[in-house]
C-alpha cells in the first residue's frame, strides 16, 4: 500500500466531459497541484451517493479555500458512470475519475476483490497529494466511513 511521502503511481484516469473521452495520467492530472483525491468502492452505492461524495459536494469550496487546486473523486467504474454519478449528484467542482481497469487503485495497493458483488473495487479512502506526493492518507477499515469524510479531510488542511 502507498505510504505517506511516497509519490503516487503514474497510471492511466479517464474523465468524460463536455469534449469528451479524455485520457489522462494521475501524473498529468496533479502533478504541480494540491489535490484532495477520494475513492468510493461504487458509484451510486448507498453510502458512497448518500454521504461520501456529497459531503464533497457541500464542503468543495472550503476545502478548496484551504489552498486545494483539485478535488478528485475516483472509483473503479468507468468514466461514464462516473460523469453520470457526477451530474445525479451536483458534482461540477469535483473531478469525476474512472479507474476502468483497477490500474491505478492496484498501483496504489487500495484494491480489494468483492467476488460476486462487483469484483475488484477500490478500498474507501482519501488522500491529500501535493505535487504528486502523499501528504495524508486515511484510509477505512472495512464497513467504516469516518476518516475519508469531506469534513476530516478539511480538519487536515
Request: glycine share 8%; with cysteine; proline share 4%.
Amino acid at each position: 500500500m502507498i505510504e505517506l511521502g511516497q509519490v503516487i503511481p503514474d497510471t492511466p484516469l479517464a474523465e468524460l466531459n463536455q469534449q469528451g473521452m479524455q485520457n489522462h495520467t494521475s501524473h498529468e492530472l496533479f502533478a504541480g497541484k494540491k489535490v484532495v483525491l477520494f475513492a468510493v468502492p461504487g458509484a451510486f452505492t448507498p453510502t458512497c451517493s448518500e454521504a461520501h461524495l456529497p459531503g464533497y459536494v457541500v464542503l468543495a469550496d472550503e476545502i478548496k479555500a484551504k489552498g486545494v487546486d483539485l478535488i478528485a473523486c475516483v472509483s473503479v467504474n468507468d468514466a461514464f458512470v462516473m460523469q453520470a454519478w457526477g451530474e445525479a449528484q451536483n458534482a461540477e467542482n469535483i473531478l469525476m475519475l474512472g479507474d476502468g481497469d483497477a490500474s491505478f487503485t492496484k498501483a496504489l495497493g487500495l484494491d480489494m476483490d468483492t467476488a460476486s458483488f462487483g469484483g475488484v473495487r477500490s478500498q474507501r479512502y482519501a488522500m491529500i497529494i501535493d505535487n504528486l506526493t502523499v501528504t495524508q492518507l486515511n484510509v477505512e477499515p472495512p464497513k467504516s466511513f469516518e476518516v475519508s469524510k469531506a469534513e476530516h479531510v478539511l480538519s487536515q488542511l
